[in-house]
């Protein structure tokens, strides 16, 4: 299924709406991860060697015999901003490419349990 940029940065703000709704936040520093298909190795390679440039973390998968997954790789927070950014930035050099961008996902994010400071005595 071909995506539009405009279709996935819908399904941006849906995903992101969701995240609050399960307690994530989205200000935390978290791996996510982007998804692509291409039909040939070839073109996911060149675009892998892109996203490289750009700081994403890739490899790609065979999947069946002609199409190929290309999974890119991130540390960020998950603002509405910076989601949109990076999923323009992947999407034109997947497109650029001849691929199909598939979505992304992240793992939902909490802050660390604050820990206590000082000491306990005992009476």
């Not at 299924?1 to 941006?12: D, P």
């Not at 892998?48 to 199409?67: C, I, M, P, Q």
């Not at 910076?82 to 992304?104: L, M, R, S």
Request: aromatic share 6%; glycine share 6%.
């Amino acid at each position: 299924m071909t995506r539009t940029l405009e279709s996935q940065r819908a399904m941006n703000s849906e995903q992101l709406a969701q995240r609050v709704k399960m307690g994530d936040h989205l200000e935390l520093v978290r791996e996510v991860e982007h998804f692509a298909l291409f039909t040939g190795r070839k073109q996911a390679d060149a675009a892998r060697a892109e996203l490289a440039a750009a700081g994403f973390n890739s490899d790609t998968v065979r999947k069946g015999w002609s199409k190929f997954e290309l999974r890119a790789r991130q540390q960020t927070s998950i603002r509405a901003a910076e989601v949109d950014h990076a999923v323009c930035a992947v999407f034109a050099i997947v497109t650029a490419h001849h691929g199909d961008y598939d979505g992304w996902t992240g793992p939902l994010a909490a802050p660390a349990p604050e820990r206590p400071t000082g000491r306990i005595e005992n009476p």
